[in-house]
């Protein structure tokens, strides 16, 4: 297949349906991911294609869309299921961490958990409450897990197609902002691994870290301190569980200066464990404390609001002037 | 708004009648019975599948081992050898007589108590224990027996089972998944999102719900304000209730939902009326709530007694039989004794091992810096 230009929702269809031909025991499983098609068309016609069997409209139950999915993978399936939003992960909470997490550990070994649950995640696409949520940090928090979020539709296709490949249980972060951009996808190149932070800007001053939602907003934010005469390097985590630090040291250890980015609360959040890791490893590189742009440390905002909630161009420039200040 | 008419009072009982309509004017059925308490059979033998020698032996023996090994369980955690252990006690029916009408292919999700159902199953009674001694989060390898590893996340394991089923059905495989929960489970939103993804996949899953009449203090009745097995028709599969002390009933009832499903009708629920005549687990007293009238009464219907007394009865075992048996848990139990007094503890990094199938950077870092600290209590070079 040549290399196309779609959007990454259609990135996110197209490696789904490559996972499914690939392999028929995957599993497509979610609420109207059917008929419908996902209420983001990122299952679009997948189940015309490959039938109800394999592309299944579940109840509206979310504990019960992960339990299966635990059951169907002991019976050697490999369930990629879909909750339909953020703020609707929490009744699945529970499988997720006591069960899918723990059941590779618990039996030495034996019974593999190779589950991926997509999760459409993030702000700024002025939704009702609870449709708006990044809780990345929950899942990143719990052993067993990996967690991992594409920013690119690049991205969003390979990293979906290893995530489905994984034998670990991988919780897939969709940035559901960014579902309608555009770029190049091509099914012939050779990706990077799946825990791998990349640099997507070269820069010498600064860098910046984000991941899913927040790159672009990062790469704007580099361009735009170009303009002030500051190189700013970039970075796209990519991963959360793991990070990639061997990356994000190297970036600092040239920079001497760290600026992560995320929508999700500061408090307790991602750039929490990133500061404090980056503190421990480039302590004498840093000329200036590793700073976050986040959320508040209140519930996610009505829409009207969430402008003055989410990080903008405005507060990580502010943020990267503060850090270069010291 | 329209004046009353000469219709008006025709309309209400219409409507009555109409809401009627949906009570439900049913009996309370009597759970399915075959063995009386008193040993002697509700049925003509013939008419009682697989009713014989050998299945009436054989349900014998493995309630008595069942019980050798939760008295042993029990004996070694008041002596500090294990740190906790729930006994099965009072369910031993229930859990063999089901046991025994399964298939080897047939895959079990147990709850926390079902070690009568693990010694069915062929799990080593030593790997059942070694969860308990806290040597272990697992204990054996379910891909072997078919009996998957216990659940601690009450009723978390009944979606398990739903979805292992849906796999089967998909390989096109008769087997069946068997969940075995208790009437504390019952609550659980996790238990009833099972049924509904079980109902509309007509999934090849069997619920085997062992009341026991209480999730550690509460009675049953902070469960439910109606009998359990009416809750499957509301879902839309069937659902029965059965003795659960009388082993050859429990054995007959799931046989005939094994069928059932087997056969492709879908789900099928058996609620197995039983009693905990233990405690919740050895870290609970009973006595706190428990009125002692009601273990008496629990008493006089012992599982054991009653398969006992109808083999002695009927002549289909002798004497020789019981002692035999008798020898067998007596085994049992010293090789249960031996095996948890001399079991090792884990080496303490084993707790990095298997954390996830493919590694991770994060997990082996912190290995790697354990077994260095680790290492520095032994390491002459270090100060």
């Known amino acids: ?326 | 708004m329209t004046a009353p008419t000469a219709d008006h009072a025709s309309g209400a009982t219409a409507l009555t009648d109409a809401l009627n309509a949906f009570a439900d004017h049913r009996p309370e059925p009597q759970a399915v019975q075959l063995l009386r308490p008193d040993g002697t059979l509700t049925l003509p033998p013939e008419h009682i599948p697989g009713y014989g020698s050998e299945l009436l032996r054989a349900l014998y023996r493995d309630m008595r081992m069942a019980r050798e090994l939760d008295t042993e369980a029990t004996a070694l955690q008041r002596q500090g050898e294990l740190g906790l252990w729930p006994p099965l006690l009072g369910q031993e029916a229930a859990q063999i007589g089901s046991a025994h009408a399964l298939r080897p292919d047939d895959h079990v999700f147990p709850s926390y108590r079902e070690h009568g159902v693990a010694w069915c199953r062929g799990v080593d009674p030593v790997d059942v224990v070694r969860l308990f001694r806290g040597v272990t989060n697992g204990g054996w390898d379910p891909r072997g027996s078919g009996f998957h590893l216990y659940t601690l996340v009450v009723g978390a394991h009944v979606l398990h089972a739903t979805g292992y089923a849906m796999s089967l059905a998909k390989r096109g495989s008769d087997a069946v998944a068997v969940a075995y929960f208790g009437d504390g489970a019952s609550s659980e939103g996790d238990v009833a999102e099972a049924f509904t993804f079980a109902a509309v996949h007509d999934a090849p899953v069997l619920f085997l719900c062992q009341n026991n009449q209480w999730a550690i203090s509460e009675p049953v009745t902070r469960q439910t304000s109606s009998p359990l097995y009416r809750r499957a028709q509301g879902f839309g599969f069937p659902g029965v209730r059965v003795d659960g002390n009388d082993a050859l009933a429990v054995h007959a009832v799931t046989r005939h939902a094994l069928d059932h499903i087997r056969g492709g009708g879908g789900p099928f629920f058996v609620e197995a009326f039983t009693y905990r005549m233990g405690a919740h687990t050895t870290s609970d007293d009973p006595t706190r709530y428990r009125p002692p009238a009601e273990l008496e009464q629990w008493r006089a219907r012992d599982p054991l007694a009653r398969l006992r007394a109808h083999l002695s009865a009927t002549g289909l075992a002798e004497p020789a039989f019981f002692e035999e048996t008798e020898e067998r848990a007596t085994e049992l139990a010293h090789r249960v004794r031996h095996a948890v007094r001399t079991m090792p503890d884990p080496a303490p990094a084993g707790v990095f091992d298997h954390v996830h199938a493919e590694g991770h950077a994060l997990v082996d870092e912190e290995r790697r810096r354990f077994e260095e600290y680790e290492r520095s209590f032994t390491d002459p070079e270090r100060p």
């Open chain 1, 1 to 326: 297949m040549p290399a196309q230009t779609m959007t990454l929702a259609k990135a996110l269809n197209l490696s789904l349906r490559t996972a499914l031909e690939d392999d028929p025991d995957v599993l497509v499983m979610g609420e109207d991911v059917g008929r419908l098609g996902g209420v983001f068309r990122v299952t679009d016609g997948l189940q015309k294609d490959f039938g109800e069997d394999r592309v299944m409209d579940s109840p509206l139950a979310e504990s019960g869309i992960v339990g299966t999915a635990v059951g169907l993978a002991l019976g050697g399936h490999r369930p990629v299921v879909e909750i339909q939003f953020d703020g609707f992960v929490f009744p699945a909470y529970d499988q997720i961490v006591t069960q899918l997490a723990k059941l590779h550990a618990r039996s030495g070994g034996a019974l593999r958990m190779p589950v991926v649950v997509r999760i459409p995640y993030g702000g700024g696409i002025g939704a009702v409450e609870h449709h708006s949520e990044s809780p990345e940090a929950l899942f990143a928090h719990v052993p067993g897990l990996k967690v991992v979020s594409p920013a690119t539709p690049s991205d969003a296709y390979w990293m979906l197609g290893q995530a489905v490949r994984s034998d670990d249980p991988v919780i897939f972060f969709e940035p559901k902002r960014r579902y309608w951009d555009t770029g190049e996808v091509d099914p012939g190149a050779t990706p990077p691994p799946l825990h791998r932070a990349r640099v997507v800007r070269a820069g010498t001053d600064l860098t910046l870290a984000g991941y899913g939602p927040t790159v672009k907003l990062c790469r704007e934010a580099a361009e735009a301190a170009a303009e002030d005469g500051r190189s700013v390097e970039v970075l796209d985590l990519r991963s959360l569980s793991p990070v990639d630090f061997d990356t994000v040291q190297a970036s600092v250890e040239r920079t001497h200066r760290l600026v992560v980015v995320h929508e999700a609360p500061v408090f307790f959040g991602a750039g929490a464990e990133i500061a404090a890791r980056i503190t421990t490893r480039c302590f004498y590189a840093l000329e200036a404390p590793v700073l976050r742009v986040g959320g508040h440390h209140t519930p996610y905002p009505p829409a009207r609001l969430e402008g003055h909630y989410l990080p903008d161009l405005d507060r990580v420039l502010a943020a990267v002037d503060d850090s270069l200040a010291y």
